[in-house]
């Protein structure tokens, strides 16, 4: 079974910085995208930032000029990351990784909890 393992949420005071982190077991050519979402409280899932195999990257307009999506691989192990400026406290949300494989599948991450207050 695939395992997704992030790391990098806390509280952190409005402006402040975070950086996500969300690595899988895989080779890169295995997959096609990998992708940040966040549920807030009463509120759907909504999709944050993505990025594919050939390094396109999106994000929502929420949260374009603030947060930045890289991806950094090595052999057999691929870490996505998501930077975090300028933070607001309408962007605390539980933050979820989520990888798209070649093949269609997707898998996610346990979740990581991000605070903005002061």
């Known amino acids: 079974q695939v395992q997704l393992v992030e790391s990098g949420g806390g509280l952190v005071q409005p402006g402040g910085s975070l950086r996500l982190s969300c690595a899988v077991s895989?080779?890169?050519?295995?997959?096609?995208?990998m992708r940040w979402y966040r549920q807030a409280p009463g509120k759907q899932r909504e999709l944050v930032a993505r990025?594919?195999?050939?390094?396109?990257?999106?994000?929502a307009d929420s949260v374009k000029g603030r947060f930045t999506i890289s991806r950094e691989n090595a052999k057999n192990r691929v870490t996505v990351y998501l930077q975090m400026n300028s933070l607001k406290p309408e962007d605390t949300a539980d933050y979820y990784c989520?990888?798209?494989w070649g093949y269609g599948r997707d898998d996610w991450g346990q979740g990581t909890q991000v605070t903005v207050s002061s």
């Open positions: 989520n990888v798209v």
């Open positions: 895989a080779s890169v050519f295995s997959i096609y995208a």
């Open positions: 990025i594919t195999r050939d390094a396109d990257t999106f994000y």
